[in-house]
């Protein structure tokens, strides 16, 4: 991207151009995926956010995760494993964090932006807007999850 500087932290980028997002793709052992649900919304998705100026796409991802998760993932980013998909006109990278014990000691930082958090089997999330799984295995549409869909088929085995 011509609007990252060298250091991999975004530029000031012109009005016109696709947005950049940063979030995490949190697994824990037993292949349940991290997901939040923002205030107001249906929609999940992985913690995540808008890039600041200045800010590497890496610091986004461990910045958004603590505000709306209280995690902190910082230590265990690794800056080579990552997935980006575009949707709209808003690219989107998302970290990969695997191993990650399950703790319920969930709690955002930030005040009316997380509705919920839940951990979600990999196996009951779908592949695209079609599939049913989610409607069959928690009476959940598929388009609530349109927002991860884009990654899931990499996660199912």
Request: proline share 6%.
């Amino acid at each position: 991207m011509a609007w990252l500087s060298s250091s991999g932290c975004l530029d000031k980028a012109p009005a016109s151009t696709i947005r950049l997002q940063s979030q995490s793709s949190i697994r824990d052992r037993d292949d349940r995926i991290l997901l939040v649900q923002g205030f107001h919304a249906n929609r999940w998705s992985f913690p995540g956010g808008k890039v600041n100026e200045n800010e590497t796409l890496m610091k986004c991802a461990a910045r958004e995760v603590m505000e709306e998760t209280g995690i902190d993932i910082e230590h265990r980013l690794r800056p080579e494993i990552y997935i980006d998909r575009g949707l709209g006109e808003t690219l989107r990278r998302a970290y990969i964090v695997e191993g990650l014990p399950r703790t319920s000691k969930l709690k955002p930082t930030t005040r009316n932006e997380i509705e919920a958090i839940t951990w979600f089997n990999v196996s009951d999330l779908p592949k695209h807007s079609h599939d049913q799984t989610p409607m069959e295995k928690m009476n959940v549409k598929p388009l609530h999850f349109l927002l991860v869909m884009p990654f899931i088929g990499l996660f199912r085995h």
